[in-house]
């Protein structure tokens, strides 16, 4: 299935609920066509005089070139709300996939049998 502003805003809205406590605000969510990606969470950032960086202006890009399954659709946008959602709440991880996020992943996975993983090679879809 190819991705769909208004499908992508529903399954944000239901994983926000059932996965994120409803804790998310709603943010802008673009469609891309770049074969280089499935989603990305974009934003800005900004370091204060004492060198801590915030980040802001959150956007979520998912690709609508490609044709997934409906699971891998579904595993990339709740990929990008657990990376919104360490930047919203501003939470230290190591790295961008590091282990807060990889403990976010892992629990979601297993309270919500999913199978969301870290990177996809486009010709293993689910």
């Known amino acids: 299935m190819k991705a769909t502003k208004e499908y992508v805003e529903q399954k944000f809205g239901e994983y926000n609920q059932l996965m994120f406590d409803g804790q998310l605000p709603p943010l802008p969510i673009e469609l ?14 900004k370091r204060n005089f004492w060198g801590r960086t915030t980040c802001f202006d959150f956007k979520m890009r998912i690709n609508a070139a490609l044709d997934m399954s409906e699971s891998l659709l579904e595993d990339t946008i709740i990929h990008e709300m657990i990376h919104y959602y360490i930047g919203y709440k501003k939470l230290k991880d190591t790295s961008p996939h590091g282990q807060l996020f990889r403990a976010m992943m892992k629990d979601i996975n297993t309270r919500f049998d999913r199978h969301i993983t870290i990177s996809v090679k486009l010709g293993n879809q689910r």
């Not at 066509?33 to 499935?38: D, I, M, Q, S, V």
């Open 32 to 45: 891309g066509h770049a074969r280089g990606y499935l989603g990305k969470l974009c934003y800005k950032k």
